[in-house]
C-alpha cells in the first residue's frame, strides 16, 4: 500500500523568503508523485508531478519538488514567497497503471507573513 | 474546456433526506473520481470509474451512499438518507490517465445536513 507523510500542519514564512514542505511517502513500487494546491473555498490544482522521469521537476508559480529515493522523499520549494501563495498543499502519491487510486497527504496550510 | 463541473455548489439538507451531487468531468477523460473533505478527515478517495464502470468503491463509507456514472459525461453521488455526520466538501475529479495523469478538480459542492 502507498502512502504520503506531510510532516508539517501549518508553515509561515515572510513574503520574499524560501519556501519548504516537506513529504515522506511509502510504496511497494515505483510511485507517481504529485503536489496540488487549494486556495480557500476553491478546488484543487496540481502544481506539479513526478514520473519517473526527471528527479527536479519544476511546476506553475515558481514552485519545483525533488524526488529523492533514497529518503523516499519529495520535498516543495520555492525560492521566493509571494502573498498569492498562502493556500493549502497536498502531498499525493499513486502508483500508477493498474492502481489509479490517488491517496493524499494530509495537507500543509501556508501562510505569508507580509 | 469548461473544466470538472459539479452541482449544487451548496447544499443545505435536513437529517433524513435524499441528496444527490452532480459531476460533468472533461470531455475525453475516461477516469472519475469521487472525494469527501472534512477537517478531521482530510481527502478521502470515495469510489473511481473507467470508461463508466466503477472500480473501487473500498470508500463509500456506508450503504447510505451510492455512485452512478450512466454515461461518459455525467456522474451522481447520492446519499441516503442523510445525515449530519455527511456535512462535508464534496469533489469530483477526472483525468484521462488514470493514477499518471493529472487530475482535474472541480470546485466541490459544500454539504450541511442539519
Known amino acids: 500500500a502507498q502512502s504520503v507523510t506531510q510532516l508539517d500542519s501549518h508553515v509561515s514564512v515572510s513574503e520574499g523568503t524560501p519556501v519548504l514542505l516537506r513529504c515522506n511517502y511509502s510504496s511497494s513500487y515505483s510511485p507517481s508523485l504529485f503536489w496540488y494546491v487549494q486556495h480557500p473555498n476553491k478546488g484543487l490544482q496540481l502544481l506539479l508531478k513526478?514520473?519517473?522521469?526527471?528527479?527536479l521537476v519544476k511546476g506553475i508559480n515558481g514552485f519545483e519538488a525533488e524526488f529523492k529515493k533514497s529518503e523516499t522523499s519529495f520535498h516543495l520549494t520555492k525560492p521566493s514567497a509571494h502573498m498569492s501563495d498562502a493556500a493549502e498543499y497536498f502531498c499525493v502519491v499513486s502508483v500508477g497503471f493498474g492502481n489509479e487510486k490517488l491517496t493524499f497527504g494530509t495537507g500543509t496550510r501556508l501562510t505569508i507573513i507580509p | 474546456d469548461a473544466g470538472v463541473i459539479q452541482s449544487p455548489r451548496h447544499e443545505v439538507t435536513e437529517m433524513g433526506q435524499e441528496v444527490t451531487l452532480r459531476c460533468k468531468p472533461i470531455s475525453g477523460h475516461d477516469y472519475l473520481f469521487w472525494y469527501r473533505q472534512t477537517m478531521m478527515r482530510g481527502l478521502e478517495l470515495l469510489i473511481y470509474?473507467?470508461?463508466?464502470?466503477?472500480?473501487?468503491d473500498s470508500g463509500m463509507p456506508e450503504d447510505r451512499f451510492s455512485a452512478k456514472m450512466p454515461n461518459a459525461s455525467f456522474s451522481t453521488l447520492k446519499i441516503q438518507p442523510s445525515e449530519p455526520r455527511d456535512s462535508a466538501v464534496y469533489f469530483c475529479?477526472?483525468?484521462?490517465?488514470?493514477?499518471?495523469?493529472?487530475?482535474?478538480f472541480g470546485q466541490g459542492t459544500r454539504l450541511t445536513v442539519v
Open positions: 513526478y514520473t519517473s522521469a526527471a528527479t
Open positions: 470509474f473507467n470508461n463508466n464502470v466503477p472500480i473501487d
Open positions: 475529479a477526472s483525468s484521462r490517465l488514470g493514477g499518471v495523469g493529472e487530475a482535474f
